[in-house]
């Protein structure tokens, strides 16, 4: 613990500093019990009771020190998280939160519900109770892949993630999507296959419809806040996190999801992908920085793809489930702009802004200057981090050719410029930072 | 050689042109930071911060055909990251490199701007005349 407590956390966040407090106070705790075991006054049944729940106690203790892992600053760019922390507050979550990096390509928002069992212990320590009451809960966790294995316009897909987090104030209005042809397509499924429909199958089927709709809600949230780069992003994660069509009981295809972001980058005029064509001259597509992404087959062919490895009732549900998914995401993208709207005006990355960051950045990056902050005569302002997500990918995308970097003779002549982006990118999202928090000084 | 004056610098900075543009960002208090007939820039303490750290590593020669090691500057220098606002204690007969919290970009055309000090490759033991001012 006290190695821990020295480690210098991304960002200075306290987010770990909270976590290992809790900690300190169930192991405190423990410690309490063990002294009162040896207490010669407590009786032996009372001791051995003690000492059995302290053994419970520090054995959770060392689980929770595991779910720490990868926190510290070696994986996680320290100029990251405070961004990240203003996305968390512009959202409006309250929640305590760290973050932490995984060696695998994968973004995870995980809760902490450890306030309901550890209110409920015996003559906790006062460093526990302390802990407790400092934490907003449930502590969440956010996980992304370690600095090793992306560039930073990837972390976009951190909206999506943290649209998790709001997911229960966007709801899907009773009576707004017209389920028959779900209804339609499962029954004729069950009859084709032979099988019998249940109250399990529609059990079944709430559960799969909620799940999918939590992650339409999450794109959502991340296509708000983050524009094209949550696109760009998000095809690329498709394409590193391979797993076939996307499709499970718990995430629709990813084919269907690629769509149904780009349909509303389209909307609007102009719309992002207007401005994205106009300023850097490539053309949105369905498959821009993931044409590898597989696409869905006749449902047939899915039913018995999915079969592989989900039960038959499952598989018949989540392709019965496409012949609604595109209505159902249409009212849940719909239902997180009217909240966003209301709730976080300020987080909304629209065209006009899209444009104003293209227009004043992209170039100067080309010249090796971060995009920092915008110049409008006297006024001057912070360039946000979706911002720097965007120019970063209109520059990946379409001037990787004009960074001047060079790396060792023989070498990919594209990976210097990466890496030299990424250093600019970075460096921008550090010095906005460091503007905002000026600017915010009374 | 000249020197730009304040307002040339503010004009450079200005540079519609990024070619041609005078990087210093972000400027906190511009009018602070670059005052009249000083011809120059003031800049602030930036995040990160290299401690120089004992080691049995001698002198590094800037001319030798091996070029140094980041293992061997790692071993040199223990990196630190300081948040705007918050404090690093120097202690006596400590020695520190520190960066810039201002991204300095020179265009072509313009030359260097050193502060008057030693500068770092001094202390990792070059042996060489120490470099002293210079200006825009």
């Known amino acids: 613990m006290t190695r821990l407590r020295g480690v210098v956390y991304p960002g200075h966040h306290r987010g770990p500093e909270k976590w290992l407090d809790v900690i300190s106070g169930m192991l405190d705790t423990a410690l ?13 049944a009372d001791a051995s009771k003690r000492i059995i729940d302290a053994e419970m106690l520090g054995s959770e203790a060392y689980k929770l020190l595991r779910e720490l892992d990868g926190a510290d600053a070696d994986q ?66 956010l996980t992304l892949p370690s600095q090793a294995l992306g560039m930073l316009p ?21 009576g707004s999507v017209d389920f028959a042809p779900f209804h339609a397509a499962l029954d004729a499924r069950y009859a084709a296959e032979g099988m019998t429909k249940s109250r399990e199958t529609m059990f079944a089927a709430q559960a799969i419809l909620a799940s999918w709709a939590q992650e339409f809600v999450s794109d959502a949230v991340g296509l708000l806040v983050a524009g094209p780069a949550f696109f760009f992003a998000l095809g690329g994660f498709f394409e590193i996190a391979g797993g076939g069509y996307g499709i499970s009981p718990s995430h629709p295809p990813s084919e269907l999801r690629r769509k149904l972001i ?29 044409p590898h992404v597989a696409l869905l087959p006749d449902d047939d062919t899915l ?41 976080s005006a300020a987080m909304l990355y629209g065209a006009d802004r899209l444009e104003a960051d293209l227009n004043y950045h992209l170039k100067p990056l080309c010249e090796l ?30 001037k990787l050719d004009e960074i001047r ?12 410029k990466m890496e030299k982006l990424h250093e600019l990118l970075l460096k921008g999202v550090e010095l906005a930072e460091a503007r905002m928090t000026w600017d915010e000084c009374p | 050689m000249t020197a730009l004056s304040s307002k040339a610098i503010i004009d450079r900075l200005a540079e519609k042109d990024p070619v041609k543009r005078l990087v210093v960002s972000p400027l906190l208090e511009p009018t602070a930071q670059i005052k009249p007939g000083q011809a120059a820039v003031d800049v602030r303490l930036g995040f990160d911060f290299c401690l120089a750290t004992p080691s049995r590593h001698g002198s590094i020669d800037e001319f030798s055909e091996e070029k ?49 000090s030693p500068i770092s490759l001094c202390h990792l033991g070059f042996e060489r005349e120490r470099a002293d001012a210079a200006q825009i």
């Open chain 1, 303 to 343: 039913f018995a793809s999915l079969k592989v490895k989900h039960s038959a009732e499952h598989s018949a549900v989540c392709v019965a489930m496409l012949h609604v998914a595109e209505q159902v995401a249409h009212v849940l993208f719909t239902e997180a702009e009217t909240v966003l709207n209301r709730d």
């Open chain 1, 32 to 44: 309490g019990y063990l002294a009162a075991a040896g207490n010669p006054a407590t009786l032996d």
């Open chain 1, 405 to 416: 970097a060079e790396g060792p003779p023989g070498g990919d002549p594209d990976t210097p």
């Open chain 2, 68 to 116: 140094t090691s980041l293992t061997t500057l790692s071993a040199l220098y223990r990196r630190e990251f300081i948040p705007l606002g918050r404090k690093i204690t120097i202690h006596p007969h400590q020695f520190l490199l520190a960066q810039t919290l201002e991204y300095l970009r020179l265009p072509p055309g313009l030359v260097t701007v050193l502060c008057r």
């Open chain 1, 154 to 174: 990837h972390f976009a897909i951190v909206g999506h993630e943290l649209g998790h987090a709001i997911q229960d104030k966007i709801q899907l209005p009773p």
């Open chain 1, 262 to 290: 780009l349909a509303k980058l389209s909307a609007g005029s102009p719309s992002h992908c207007d401005v994205f064509e106009a300023i850097t001259g490539l053309k949105i597509e369905e498959d821009t920085n993931s």
């Open chain 1, 76 to 141: 996680i760019p320290h100029q990251i998280v405070k961004p990240f922390q203003r996305w968390v507050d512009g959202l409006g979550i309250t929640n305590t939160i760290f973050f932490r990096a995984d060696h695998v390509a994968n973004y995870e928002l995980a809760r902490f519900y450890l306030d309901r069992s550890l209110n409920n212990l015996d003559d906790p320590a006062p460093s526990l109770t302390a802990a407790l009451q400092a934490v907003k809960w449930p502590f969440m966790r």
């Open chain 1, 369 to 398: 200057i971060p995009p920092i902050e915008r110049r409008d005569g006297e006024r001057v302002e912070a360039t946000a981090l979706a911002g720097n997500l965007n120019v970063g990918w209109a520059a990946l995308l379409t």
